[in-house]
């Protein structure tokens, strides 16, 4: 229940602010943060919730990180901006790009800095358009994406997005953008005869290539594990497949790393679970823990060689490239990540929340599937079990879940029916085994 603290915030904040997915309705029973500690959320009437999904995805360091706040002001009291355009730089740009050579896919030697993962997408549509016309091939410019992937929500990012929700507003959609199916294991159906299901599902990006023309694809991107589209953690085989389609068929491969980068799935960057490298990459959130907006796109050498050896300069440009601030807060993010081996913490906490969650959920009657990779969780609750029928939505059931859970201390996010829970990778075992029992005791409150 919001007492009047939280509810006098929220009369004021629908006088004037417009929210991201901007629902009246919804935000009536919203809350409103003013504190964090630790993987705490702590609302206006100073109740502390676990942060479910560590703000969205991005705060992987917890709240009251002393380093990241010290960076940034640091870095503002040395020099607030300077521009970012060719002919000016900063010595916190120059590092991170240092840094970010020595982390990343070994191929990945060159980084381009953005305000967040939307434009980052656009960015890498932008260079893999910009490649193809310098590699005389200047009809490549579509893109493959897939079917619950999550880009973004820029025009051109939301194109790449693969939920349908977010496109009936503002269509039409730009011409050249195309989904595939997802992998999807608990619901894909590969034909009859397919060698795995894995690798059907790579072989839908052959049947799509295929069908628009290889001469006219610039790009596939997709998430190593798909997040906000539902954690789909895909086959083992799936990548390595899929890496092998775009090589034979010329199509660059970008990994939309936005959320496994730096440690969410217990590597450093997604694809090294399955020994696959893509050409090119793009990172924003858990860079900086969400203490500074920042992301960015990485391409590999042969890519970098052509546009640089192109002598034309690239006519993609933001005012906050390279900020110096959020270069800064990213160096000593990315000393933590490595310091206190944040890909480690999340595997070994990531196998502690999954197993929990299997031994507390695993057999209810409408539990369809509890799976994740590191920490990144996804229960999809079903009416049927043996048939895997959704609830019809009007139910609401993951919503009720997620209700029943903010009661209990927890704030996540839901897509549809599937829970999501991604809380911060400091946070404590025991906090870890409470977001289990939160979420049994929430399922059983609407599911018995
Ligand atoms: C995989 C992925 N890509 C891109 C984005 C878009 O990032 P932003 O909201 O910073 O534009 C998100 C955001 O959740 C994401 O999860």
Redesign the pocket.
């Known amino acids: 229940m919001l007492n009047d603290t939280e509810t006098v915030l929220i009369e004021r904040d629908a006088a004037h602010l417009i929210h991201p997915l901007h629902s009246p309705a919804a935000h009536a029973g919203g809350k409103v943060w003013v504190g964090g500690e630790g993987e705490f959320l702590i609302d206006a009437n100073g109740g502390r919730f676990i942060d479910g999904l560590s703000g969205?995805?991005n705060n992987t360091a917890g709240n009251g990180r002393a380093e990241l706040a010290e960076a940034a002001y640091k870095q503002m009291k040395e020099m607030a901006y300077a521009s970012g355009y060719t002919g000016s730089s900063n010595p916190r740009a120059i590092e991170l790009a240092e840094r970010l050579a020595g982390i990343c896919y070994p191929s990945i030697n060159h980084f381009y800095f953005t305000s967040?993962?939307?434009?980052?997408?656009d960015s890498n549509i932008k260079l893999a358009r910009h490649y193809w016309k310098l590699m005389g091939k200047p009809n490549k410019t579509k893109v493959i994406s897939r079917i619950w992937g999550?880009?973004?929500?820029t025009l051109a990012?939301m194109c790449c997005t693969g939920i349908e929700a977010y496109w009936p507003m503002f269509e039409p959609r730009i011409p050249g953008f195309s989904h595939i199916p997802t992998p999807y294991p608990y619901r894909y159906e590969a034909p009859e005869g397919a060698a795995s299901q894995g690798i059907a599902a790579a072989d839908e990006l052959e049947k799509a290539i295929l069908a628009e023309g290889p001469d006219t694809v610039a790009m596939f991107i997709a998430?190593p594990v798909q997040?906000?589209g539902g954690v789909i953690v895909p086959q083992d085989d799936y990548f390595p497949r899929i890496r092998e389609i775009c090589t034979e068929y010329d199509v660059l491969f970008v990994s939309?790393e936005?959320?496994t980068g730096f440690g969410r799935t217990g590597r450093m960057f997604g694809l090294e679970h399955w020994g696959v490298e893509p050409d090119l990459i793009q990172f924003?959130?858990a860079i900086t823990s969400g203490y500074f907006p920042l992301?960015g796109i990485g391409m590999n050498d042969a890519i970098a060689d052509v546009i640089l050896g192109s002598g034309q300069a690239w006519m993609h440009a933001y005012t906050y490239s390279a900020h110096p601030t959020g270069c800064a807060v990213a160096l000593a993010m990315l000393d933590i990540v490595e310091g206190e081996d944040f890909p480690g913490q999340a595997a070994r906490k990531g196998a502690r929340l999954l197993n929990g969650l299997r031994d507390a959920l695993g057999d209810h009657p409408n539990v369809g599937e509890v799976r994740g990779l590191g920490l990144m969780c996804g229960i999809e609750y079903v009416e049927d079990r043996a048939t895997k029928a959704p609830f019809d939505p009007a139910q609401k059931v993951g919503p009720r879940i997620h209700a029943e859970g903010v009661t209990r201390g927890l704030f996540s996010r839901t897509r549809g029916d599937v829970y999501q829970i991604a809380p911060p990778i400091v946070t404590s075992e025991a906090n870890i085994d409470r977001c289990v029992e939160i979420i049994a005791e929430a399922t059983k409150a609407v599911l018995g």
Request: cysteine-free.
């Open positions: 969205l995805w967040g993962g939307g434009e980052s997408t999550y880009h973004g929500t990012a998430e997040g906000a939309d936005v959320i924003a959130k992301g």
